[in-house]
Structures are given as C-alpha cells and as structure tokens.
C-alpha cells in the first residue's frame, strides 16, 4: 500500500534570532508531531548541554570521518567548527511516515534543498540586525569576537532568505511558532490533495 513520506521541515536563519529557543517551544506544545533531528558538531559543549540532548558532540577527526563515509545530509563549517544532519536517522523517520525537524545554519539547508526538494523550507528572521547583536550578547554564550563573526555573517545569511518557502519574522516566539505551525498544517494539507489526487488517477487506470 502507498504510504507517504514524513515531511522534513528545515528551520535555518542568523544565529541568535532565536530558531531554538522557537524550537524548543514548538516542541513543548502538545499537539506537535515532528521529530527533532539532533545535528552533530565539533564545538564544545556549553554550560548546560548535554551529548545526545543538544548536540552529538565529536572530535575533528570523527566527524570528518562521517563526512567520508557519506553519512551525513548535510553539513557545514559555521565559524571554526563543524556542523551536519545524521542521515540515517533522518531517512528512517522520514520512511515511517513521520516528520522530521532541522534546525541549522543556511549553508546547509541549501544542500538539503538540493537533496530533498519536497522538503518545507523556512527562514526565521530577526526584527533588524541590531536586535540580532542584542540577543546574541544577552545570550552570554560566546565571547565579543565571536559574536562580532556571527554577526557579521548574518548579512550574507540575510541575502539567503528568497531561497526559502518561508519567511517567519521572530518578534515574539510565541507568534513565530503559531506562524510555524500556521505553514506546517497548511503544508500537510496541501500534500494530502496532491495525494488524494494521484490515487485516484492509478485506481483510474
Ligand atoms: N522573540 C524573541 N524576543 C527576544 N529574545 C529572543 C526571542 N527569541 C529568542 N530570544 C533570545 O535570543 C537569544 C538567542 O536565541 P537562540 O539561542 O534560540 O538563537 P539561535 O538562532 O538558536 O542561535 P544559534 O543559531 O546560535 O544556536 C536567547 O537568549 C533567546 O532567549
Ligand atoms: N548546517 C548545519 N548547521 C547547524 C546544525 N546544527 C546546528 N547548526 C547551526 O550552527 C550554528 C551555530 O550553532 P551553535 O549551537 O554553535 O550556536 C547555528 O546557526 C545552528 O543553527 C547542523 O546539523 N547543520
């Protein structure tokens, strides 16, 4: 019997415009249903995270050995370090029907773009640049330099934003994630046509 695919929905944008913390509320509502996929990186852990919670976190050398052994989706270096997408897990879940959750920088969502072009794309954008510096630095996470690189790559980030299905302003999360939301079931909707459509046309055969 047919059975559709999950949908893989890709949260990317600037670091600091708040994709986890959108995320983590999203996944916090009772009637979300997607999976979250844990991305794989070579930065430290921060106070608080945890390995297979927040991130898998590997060497250089491993991670470059996934990258050899193709068992990445995607990935790219952000700002010194390594991140990518584990593949199998993403295709497992995908092919049992359920959907699946990115949440990653820009370089990568455009090789997932290229992999998986039914996928649901979109970009969470900040209020303005200089509200960006703000979260970023309320955020404590990093040193000023890093944050001043981060910054200053979010204006190319920015540039990428008419690639995406989407654009979803984060002014507030709780109206991001009603907007995310909001696309999803619209999305799912529209997948559920398309298929009702293709089934009838093979039973007219
Ligand atoms: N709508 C919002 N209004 C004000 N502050 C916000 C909002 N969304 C997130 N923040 C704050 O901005 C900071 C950055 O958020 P967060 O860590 O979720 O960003 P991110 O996009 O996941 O960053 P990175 O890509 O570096 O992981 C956090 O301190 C968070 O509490
Ligand atoms: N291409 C990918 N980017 C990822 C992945 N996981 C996270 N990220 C993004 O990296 C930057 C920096 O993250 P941080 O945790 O150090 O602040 C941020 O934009 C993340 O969204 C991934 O698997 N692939």
Do not use: W
Request: glycine share 8%; hydrophobic share 35%; aromatic share 10%.
């Amino acid at each position: 019997m047919y059975k559709q695919r999950g949908l893989l929905i890709v949260l990317s944008g600037p670091s600091g415009v708040g994709k986890g913390t959108v995320r983590k509320e999203l996944f916090q509502q009772p009637d979300t249903n997607y999976e979250y996929s844990i991305s794989m990186t070579t930065r430290s852990p921060r106070e608080g995270e945890q390995d297979g919670v927040d991130y898998f976190f590997k060497s250089r050398q491993e991670f470059e050995r996934r990258i050899s052994e193709g068992g990445l989706l995607e990935y790219a270096e952000y700002v010194g370090n390594y991140y990518g997408t584990p593949l199998d897990y993403v295709n497992a879940t995908l092919d049992a029907g359920r959907d699946v959750f990115l949440e990653i920088e820009v370089v990568g969502a455009a090789q997932v773009r290229e992999k998986v072009p039914d996928g649901l794309f979109i970009f969470l954008a900040p209020p303005s640049l200089s509200e960006l510096q703000v979260r970023l630095v309320g955020r404590g996470t990093e040193e000023a330099d890093v944050i001043a690189s981060r910054v200053l790559k979010a204006r190319d980030e920015l540039e990428m934003m008419n690639l995406y299905d989407y654009v979803v302003e984060n002014d507030e999360v709780s109206k991001a994630c009603d907007r995310i939301n909001a696309i999803v079931t619209a999305e799912h909707c529209r997948r559920e046509r398309v298929e009702k459509r293709y089934l009838q046309m093979l039973e007219g055969e």
